[in-house]
């Protein structure tokens, strides 16, 4: 577990001080990527600074407006606006989009402090894309850039994947992805003209939940989670559970023809009745494995802990053809209706 960091808040006009935490068990190595930056209390609201490190937005936010408590803005002028190292406090509600909200190429933080997007105190924010049509593009939110910290969103119906991490060394936290008509979450690179020096590399995605994602031509790409095809090394999942999606709950394909994407790490996530949705949708395409780590006989050591496969259409956990060494060790798998460990051994 990395350590957190403590960092004293500036209070104007209060006679306290409030100390922030943060913790991200990305590696055992210390590191302070979730930093806040200090910002000011006046009259009851918190003041956007010149620099703008701190921004709110709400469902009937205005695109301009100053972005305090009392004055929100939108989120994707907000995404545009913040500083790097800033924070966006997403307030409850639902959010109604027809196109999708991108952090941009080059915006980022820092290795030292995360731009961060999170709901604000216990509130629950859904952004909903029910409005885009089904479409390559139209995914919900673009993590582009590199050194984001995403927390506690909702994000339903979009036209392709809920949300794609294409940048580096960004974590996604106690998100839910729902509906959507692609994989509920996928990490891929950004353009498909960039070298593989260049992939996604150092994601960690943990505490999500993904579910009832359902590609309507033939069921066969909307998996809960995707890290496939063209990512590079470092990326991980934690905790997190992955559930009647229309094809796999994980999925880690790798074309023969592209480079080897870099080995991913699982660890203590579920995958369960995976291959139809939870109101019987599927199609033609429909896997439904709860863990599929390879493709096209390209050798890949991915590393799954402590995980758990129940209930899925097809195989619980299976090497699709990687010729490994895959490293399993405590996982378990039950009720799914091909084999519990196909081509891959269990430690």
Not at 35 to 57: C, M, P, Q
Request: charged letters at 15%; a negative charge.
């Amino acid at each position: 577990m990395r350590k957190g960091t403590l960092i004293g808040l500036s209070i104007l006009c209060v006679m306290s001080l409030v100390i922030w935490f943060s913790c991200d068990p990305f590696n055992s190595e210390e590191k302070s990527n979730n930093n806040l930056t200090d910002y000011n209390v006046l009259n009851g609201a918190d003041t956007v600074r010149a620099s703008e490190v701190l921004l709110y937005v709400a469902p009937a936010g205005v695109a301009g407006a100053a972005g305090d408590i009392n004055n929100p803005t939108t989120l994707q002028d907000a995404i545009t606006r913040l500083a790097s190292g800033g924070q966006i406090w997403v307030r409850g509600g639902t959010y109604n989009y027809t196109s999708p909200i991108k952090t941009g190429r080059t915006n980022s933080g820092t290795s030292g402090s995360n731009n961060k997007i999170t709901n604000y105190a216990s509130e629950a924010p859904v952004l909903d894309f029910s409005g885009m049509s089904f479409a390559d593009a139209n995914r919900g939110l673009s993590i582009e850039g590199n050194y984001w910290y995403v927390k506690g969103l909702k994000i339903q119906k979009a036209g392709d994947n809920g949300m794609i991490v294409m940048g580096n060394n960004n974590t996604i936290e106690n998100c839910k992805l729902y509906a959507n008509r692609d994989s509920g979450l996928q990490i891929a690179r950004y353009l498909s003209s960039i070298p593989s020096s260049e992939w996604p590399a150092n994601n960690l995605v943990k505490g999500c939940e993904s579910w009832d994602n359902l590609d309507t031509d033939n069921g066969e790409d909307a998996d809960g989670f995707s890290c496939k095809l063209s990512v590079s090394t470092g990326n991980q999942f934690q905790n997190c559970y992955s559930h009647h999606n229309s094809d796999d709950g994980w999925d880690l394909y790798t074309y023969s023809d592209y480079d080897a994407i870099g080995p991913v790490k699982i660890t203590s996530c579920t995958a369960a009745y995976n291959g139809t949705t939870s109101a019987g949708q599927s199609g033609s395409g429909s896997d439904g494995n709860g863990f599929k780590l390879g493709g096209e006989d390209v050798s890949i050591r991915h590393t799954v802990i402590s995980c758990v496969s129940t209930n899925n259409k097809k195989d619980g956990f299976t090497a699709n053809s990687n010729p490994g060494p895959i490293y399993l060790s405590g996982c378990t798998a039950s009720g799914n209706g091909g084999v519990a460990f196909k081509d891959v051994a269990n430690q």
